[in-house]
């Protein structure tokens, strides 16, 4: 199968992220064993997912990974002019859900794996296909896990392909999320102050959200930070929702807080300040009537992507692509996760990702046609 091949049959699984990637990935397992390569699963803990990965070349450390996600967000309420599971190309461009974002790298590095299967490396080479990565990254941690645990032999330097253009990007913002349960006390809203009206109590932890980015926006961002778009850490509520009538004190609201950290600002540091802000207003609730509170687990911690001193995955990829370029973006990525657990990590991929989520979501042919030119250029580093 050609790189072309392999995308439209991995586009054409609805892998949307509240649903099962298992046919996705039965697709790349079996492909990868037409072509005499094995491949390990990960199962989610609830099975309906997986992830994989695998592994080709001489059964040593030193060689590649190639990580990429499953997963893509939905497409419902999207105003797409064409079927948004299968690639139609029109004026030079690739359309499809996840074309972008990011199965134009997954179907790349598929390819990649049988190229260097048939042609034999010096270096191995590895694949690393997770699922959740829209969710909040949170499938990839126990398969890189796994693969250390199980043996698979610690490549050197991972390459993240997320879209960038093929640009090299050495550094990304962290997030975290949590989801936030309000737990009011109803009463006739008439006589609301003998109540505890969830909305309104959670509206004071947006409001402090809202001061947390007019300081930040205030402070003149140094080094790495300035780089980025915007150079500050941003604490956002995309969603919410509760109450029952407009006249009873809302006995429930749930919301999302999640934080956007610059490299240069400790997670750890801004999850205290939001647990004692929660702390603070949860106090005052309970004054009211002892019943109510504030329930706010974590649901997902992406650790940002620092630029490495003479890190190997970034010499080797400036010199794949020529590009030399400082570059540093604001999504989070599963690079900070490879980072942590101590590889060597960049994000490199074909695509916008202005693209990315869109209706009508694309990959330029000519972007496509770039990745398959550095997976070529990479096989050949391989065998150097």
């Not at 109540?195 to 205030?218: F, H, K, P, Q, T």
């Not at 309970?286 to 974590?298: E, S, W």
Request: contains cysteine; aromatic residues 6%.
């Amino acid at each position: 199968m050609t790189p072309r091949d392999l995308l439209d049959r991995l586009v054409g699984f609805p892998t949307v992220s509240r649903d099962s990637n298992l046919d996705l990935i039965d697709f790349a397992e079996s492909y990868l064993a037409d072509h005499g390569i094995a491949a390990t699963r990960v199962p989610s803990p609830c099975g309906q997912k997986a992830a994989l990965y695998a592994h080709v070349g001489p059964e040593q450390e030193g060689g590649l990974v190639l990580s990429g996600h499953t997963d893509v967000v939905p497409v419902d309420g999207q105003d797409w002019s064409t079927d948004p599971f299968t690639v139609t190309e029109r004026d030079g461009r690739l359309y499809g859900r996840g074309t972008c974002d990011m199965k134009g790298f997954d179907a790349l590095a598929l390819h990649a794996m049988v190229q260097a299967k048939r042609r034999g490396v010096k270096r191995p080479l590895q694949i690393a296909l997770s699922y959740d990565e829209e969710v909040g990254c949170t499938g990839a941690p126990p398969m890189i896990d796994h693969m250390v645990a199980h043996g698979m032999p610690r490549a050197s330097a991972a390459i993240i392909g997320e879209p960038s253009m093929m640009q090299v990007v050495t550094g990304h913002k962290g997030g975290i999320g949590f989801d936030v349960r309000m737990r009011g006390f109803e009463v006739h809203s008439s006589l609301m102050h003998t109540g505890v009206n969830a909305i309104m109590e959670g509206a004071r932890l947006i409001d402090w959200a809202n001061r947390m980015n007019a300081e930040n926006a205030a402070k003149a961002p140094a080094g790495i930070d300035a780089g980025f778009e915007p150079p500050w850490t941003t604490v956002h509520v995309g969603m919410i929702q509760g109450g029952t009538a407009h006249n009873i004190t809302a006995r429930d609201c749930r919301f999302m807080v999640t934080f956007r950290i610059v490299p240069g600002e400790s997670i750890a540091d801004w999850t205290d300040r939001f647990r004692a802000e929660v702390a603070r207003i949860a106090a005052g609730m309970q004054q009211v009537h002892p019943a109510t509170g504030i329930d706010a687990p974590q649901v997902f911690h992406v650790p940002g992507l620092v630029p490495e001193a003479a890190g190997e995955a970034e010499s080797l990829v400036r010199r794949l692509t020529g590009d030399n370029a400082p570059h540093v973006v604001s999504y989070g990525t599963e690079a900070g996760q490879f980072q942590e657990r101590g590889y060597s990590a960049v994000i490199c991929g074909p695509g916008n990702i202005a693209q990315a989520h869109q209706p009508d979501e694309f990959i330029s042919v000519d972007q496509f046609r770039a990745g398959e030119a550095f997976m070529d250029r990479l096989l050949d580093d391989l065998n150097a």
